[in-house]
């Protein structure tokens, strides 16, 4: 195996052990077959549904005191039927297929069968009979081009398409749903409505020499605009594409897509000589974002912008409660920051459209944001258990990656959007018994303590995110910084149980799910920055004690929990732990070619794929050699016991610093540091450290 190629011996059996190719605005998921080959196609903007209206009607938010009085005096199950009241009656609306298109190019030989997807080219190929045939989604010219003279043909999910021929190219024309309920809400009634508003699409599709040309164009016009039903424009775009694609060569439109790609690919590099799975594993996941996110596309959702499902599980939406935020962990320590701009823009946006939710909801200044959204910027809680509907802290969370990005190295993060995000944290905050303040109400995401109850106050990732939002604030000055400063003078910290582990809740009450698989209480350590070992040493040890109980109970059956659990063990510099997070991702967690899964038992094969465990995984992996959150550069801080020796080069640090290191026996090698500011800077290694006076630009050889 190529250190950069996954390969396989038979096509994909389901969709999940298909080979992702895209460009971030077009998806295709390469099914290998031969004779007639499958593409699953999407694009990042055909979703069901439109903007919604501003909410209306009595507001919900006079119930807020008895709810609090509820919380306070402990009647857990008063406080969540209060809870209920104060939800929203609409759903996120969900990611939709375009649909299937098939390519028969001959006789279906398996003689000598097999398939690969070259991660350093982004071409998929599949081999047999002696005949090869490459697929791939070109950045700079926008189109799928599959190297086989065939008949392509489409089967979309959505009824009514229509097909025609018009300038040598084969067209489908159709629209999106009107409204799509998520997979889990079963009780209603039609779940998938179509009507003359769903957002148009087209597909086309040209036969040219040795090759099939295949663009899309979809009816989005931006967040808050209602979609485009103009089939004959939409066609007359993707017609277009296809015609200026034709106009190149195959040898130049090939050599366009893979040098934009290396472009992002080999900006970092990973060599595990005695670990070729997880290297494969962190370079998978920097290819799936290049391939799911790109600067003016949409952010990659809960299966990047591969889905081939009307009604996807839990609607292929951002969930913000942990996956979306999940999905770019990466992008700033593996050297992709510049593919963070699509969730960076997602935040902004929702910090505008969460302040009708805010005031409505909540009767509350600044915006609101629960716990998924969608296209339209869906910022409701949706009529749902309090568990997981009931959650309002999603805009602290996301904006914490705008903090990322600029510590990074990128641009100064929008005051407006952490001003946002902490009026409604501040209006959210009351006294507890004692005086200290405390979000009400508040619940850990989708986990419930074991009396059934969800709703409380001063839950631990709650009072984490109320902590780091206004602490951001006080940084950045303004107007808001007063009131933030006393506010966080008084904020309760997050409470130790009597066994010694960080707890969930506002005091130490039992979970329904011990092995639950969100690890909300533990965001002061991963992904926030809070908990440190030299900083916080007793909360450091109580967040690990937490982590074990976790774990002890069965925590990490789902690819995106096992990946936090890899990122957390990094943090504990628990090599083993590390370790045996990345054989459960490796050997349980994941398709044939390697894409994380989470459990759904509604599906054949009782899992479906989830992009954000492969993500993660890559920011996990990362994070075990090169870490930057206390101030200091640390190099190989928690190195698995297998990776004796090994080199990487383009991580990036806090600060812009860059570092390319190499190791043997555990120990380093030698390292060289790109600094990306100027100042005193420490660093790190297995068994010293140095203090340098670094200068934004220049190089620094790091010789232990």
């Known amino acids: 195996m190529s250190r950069h190629r996954i390969e396989l011996a038979a096509p994909a059996a389901d969709f999940h052990d298909g080979f992702p190719i895209g460009n971030g605005r077009l998806g295709a998921m390469v099914h290998g077959r031969c004779g007639t080959e499958w593409f699953d196609l999407n694009a990042d903007t ?109 089967h979309s999910p959505h009824p009514g398409v229509t097909s025609y021929e018009v300038d040598g190219c084969l067209v489908w024309t159709g629209q999106a749903p009107e409204s799509v309920l998520p997979n889990y809400v079963a009780d209603r009634s039609p779940a998938v409505t179509y009507g003359p508003a769903g957002m148009g699409f087209a597909v086309a599709a040209a036969v040219d020499g040795s090759r099939v040309i295949v663009a899309v164009a979809t009816g989005f016009r931006g967040p808050f605009a209602p979609p485009s039903t103009d089939l004959s424009a939409l066609a007359s775009e993707a017609v277009a594409r296809v015609a200026a694609a034709r106009a190149r060569s195959p040898q130049e439109l090939r050599q366009r897509h893979v040098e934009e790609h290396r472009g992002w690919y080999d900006r970092a590099d990973l060599h595990l000589p005695g670990a070729p799975r997880e290297e494969l594993l962190f370079h998978l996941g920097r290819y799936l974002l290049i391939a799911a996110s790109r600067p003016g596309t949409q952010p990659a959702n809960l299966q990047g912008i591969w889905n081939a499902d009307v009604r996807p599980g839990w609607s292929s939406n951002w969930t913000t409660n942990i996956n979306a935020q999940m999905n770019y962990w990466a992008a700033e320590p593996a050297n992709l920051g510049p593919l963070h701009e699509p969730l960076l823009t997602l935040t902004r946006e929702l910090a505008e459209a969460g302040t009708a939710t805010a005031a409505f909801h909540y009767g509350a200044r600044g915006a609101a944001v629960h716990h998924n959204t969608d296209l339209w910027r869906f910022t409701a809680p949706v009529p749902g258990e309090p568990q997981w509907a009931n959650w309002p802290s999603a805009l602290p969370w996301l904006s914490a990656h705008l903090w990322e990005h600029w510590t990074f ?42 009396w059934g109850t969800a709703v409380s106050r001063g839950c631990a990732m709650d009072q984490e995110l109320a902590r780091e939002v206004l602490e951001r604030v006080v940084a950045l000055g303004g107007p808001l910084a007063a009131e933030a400063s006393e506010a966080l003078a008084a904020l309760r910290p997050v409470p130790t149980g009597a066994d010694g582990a960080l707890l969930e809740w506002y005091d130490d009450r039992a979970p329904s799910e011990p092995g639950h698989r969100h690890l909300s209480h533990l965001y002061g350590l991963y992904p926030g920055t809070r908990i440190t070992e030299t900083g916080t040493p007793a909360d450091f040890a109580a967040a690990g004690m937490a982590l074990h109980k976790r774990l002890a109970a069965g925590t990490g059956h789902t690819g995106w929990s096992r990946a936090w659990v890899l990122c957390l063990a990094a943090r504990l510099r628990d090599p083993a732990l590390a370790a045996a997070s990345l054989t459960a991702l490796l050997d349980d967690l994941c398709s044939p070619s390697m894409l994380t899964l989470h459990p759904d038992a ?25 870490q930057s959150h206390e101030g200091t550069v640390s190099l190989l801080k928690t190195l698995p016991p297998a990776w004796t020796s090994g080199s990487a080069r383009g991580l990036r640090c806090r600060g812009g610093h860059e570092v390319a290191l190499s190791w043997s026996d555990g120990g380093l090698h030698e390292a060289v540091l790109r600094a990306g500011s100027t100042g005193p800077l420490v660093v790190q290694f297995p068994g010293g450290q140095v203090t340098l006076e670094v200068e934004a630009g220049e190089r620094y050889p790091l010789v232990p």
């Open 602 to 626: 509604a599906r054949p094969t009782g899992w479906i794929f989830q992009i954000d465990g492969n993500l993660g995984a890559t920011a996990g992996i990362a994070e075990l050699l090169v």
């Open 409 to 450: 190295g990128g641009d100064p993060p929008p005051a407006a959007v952490f001003e946002a995000a902490a009026r409604f944290t501040l209006d959210m905050l009351v006294p507890d018994g004692s005086g200290a303040l405390v979000v009400s109400p508040s619940t850990s995401p989708e986990h419930d303590f074991a």
């Open 46 to 154: 055909l979703w069901s549904g439109g903007p919604l209206p501003p909410p209306s009607g009595p507001s919900p938010a006079a119930v807020l005191p008895a709810l609090r009085a509820a919380i306070a005096a402990g009647d857990h199950a008063r406080a969540d039927a209060l809870a209920r009241s104060l939800q929203g009656s609409a759903w996120t609306q969900s990611y939709q297929p375009l649909g299937r298109l098939t390519v028969t190019y001959g006789p279906a030989s398996t003689a000598g069968y097999h398939r690969w997807l070259d991660l350093a080219s982004a071409v998929a190929v599949t081999a047999h009979g002696g005949t090869e045939v490459t697929s791939f989604v070109s950045a700079p010219d926008d189109v799928l081009v599959v190297s086989v003279t065939g008949v392509p043909a489409f």
